[in-house]
């Protein structure tokens, strides 16, 4: 802060913006690129790397659905919960817990939201479609 007589006037705190040309500015509309897998499947090649195929292949130990179809048949499940947010939702698919109580104490928000035999017949929906390989 410094005094300019007896006004006191406010030291900038931010850095100064840069100056971005093109197309990188988001200015009224916002450009995104996104790549959607599903519908640009045929498009899009994915980079073959080192980091691509070390991901792949942590992928394909450690997830829980092996097929895509299997993958799908949980989304499926899971867009038909109503009552749970969609971060509810993607925990309950990706945690598989085994139990309701488990699902309880590791997202406590479904305590009010399910009784524990509602909760623990979707965990036995989903581990049903779950590969043990």
């Known amino acids: 802060m410094t005094t300019n007589g007896s006004v006191f006037t406010q030291t900038p ?6 100056n971005v040309l093109g197309d990188e500015e988001a200015g009224k509309e916002l ?6 897998h599903r519908r640009d499947a045929q498009k899009f090649k994915v980079p073959d790397n080192e980091i691509v195929t070390k991901t792949g292949a942590y992928l394909e130990v450690f997830s829980r659905f092996k097929q895509q179809e299997t993958a799908q048949a949980v989304e499926r499940i899971m867009v038909g919960q109503t009552g749970l947010s969609s971060f509810e939702k993607a925990q309950l698919g990706s945690l598989c817990c085994d139990t309701a109580e488990e699902a309880k104490t590791l997202i406590p928000s479904l305590a009010d939201k399910r009784s524990d035999d509602d909760l623990q017949n979707l965990l036995d929906e989903i581990t049903r479609l779950r590969q043990f390989v």
Request: charged share 40%.
């Open 13 to 18: 705190t931010a850095r100064a913006k840069e």
């Open 31 to 36: 450009k995104l690129v996104i790549f959607d």
